[in-house]
């Protein structure tokens, strides 16, 4: 059974560093990209990036842009998503998904990671 | 690159069908095969209910079904039961490795 289970959440301090991580079960974790999603208290989705676990390749979407790196340790079947300075703007639910070979969709999704960012 | 754009809200009685409605570009939604829409509970994670516009995943009912005429997509659930009552997204891939979701829709059984 494909899952992915992220990591808990998290309560920093504007200014702050943090990264959190989304690990993958039950398939071939460096075969497929993992994307990162945003969703701000009450608001919708917004797509951030994807990472290739096979060989760290990432892209980033334009809105998220130097603003957070993705990574990945294929050798533990894990995906990250880090922030080196918090803003209290940052505050909201990130969802890492499985990316679709063929269908350019998100096929399997963690848990979500709650961020709290507050002084 | 802009959200795509959805209802706010849409509603309908128990039995009944409703169809939501995703506009895109020709960038995204029109440019691609490649919408897929997505059901969030309140609390849950998004997912998948419907991809290459009109694939639905094993194990979603056949009460969801999708569509697409140029530039917008459509989801539509029919037999409405009370436990389609959730927030449901629509998203596009938008070339260059880049995708868009919708801002959403929060649709209501009466």
């Known amino acids: 059974e494909v899952q992915l289970v992220q990591s808990g959440a998290e309560v920093k301090k504007p200014g702050e560093s943090l990264k959190i991580s989304c690990k993958g079960f039950?398939?071939?974790?460096?075969?497929?990209?993992i994307g990162w999603v945003r969703q701000m208290p009450g608001k919708g989705l917004e797509w951030m990036g994807i990472?290739?676990?096979?060989?760290?390749?990432?892209r980033n979407s334009p809105s998220f842009q130097g603003q957070v790196t993705t990574s990945a340790d294929k050798s533990i079947s894990t995906a990250y998503l880090q922030w080196s300075s918090l803003k209290a703007s940052d505050t909201a639910m990130y969802y890492c998904?499985?990316?679709?070979?063929?269908?350019?969709?998100?096929?399997?999704w963690g848990q979500g990671t709650l961020v709290t960012v507050s002084s | 690159q802009s959200a795509l754009t959805q209802p706010p809200s849409a509603s309908g009685s128990p039995g009944q069908s409703v169809t939501i409605s995703c506009t895109g570009t020709?960038?995204?939604?029109?440019?691609?095969?490649?919408v897929s829409w997505y059901q969030q509970h309140p609390d849950k994670a998004p997912k998948l209910m419907i991809y290459?516009?009109?694939k639905r995943p094993s194990g979603v009912p056949d009460r969801f079904s999708g569509s697409k005429s140029g530039n917008t997509a459509s989801l539509t659930v029919s037999g409405l039961q009370a436990e389609d009552e959730a927030d449901y997204y629509c998203s596009s891939y938008a070339g260059s490795d880049s995708w868009v979701f919708g801002g959403g829709t929060k649709l209501t059984v009466l």
């Open positions: 290459d516009v009109i």
């Open positions: 998904a499985r990316v679709h070979r063929r269908s350019y969709c998100f096929d399997y």
């Open positions: 990472v290739y676990p096979g060989d760290s390749d990432t």
């Open positions: 039950g398939y071939s974790f460096t075969s497929y990209w």
């Open positions: 020709s960038s995204d939604v029109g440019g691609y095969n490649y």
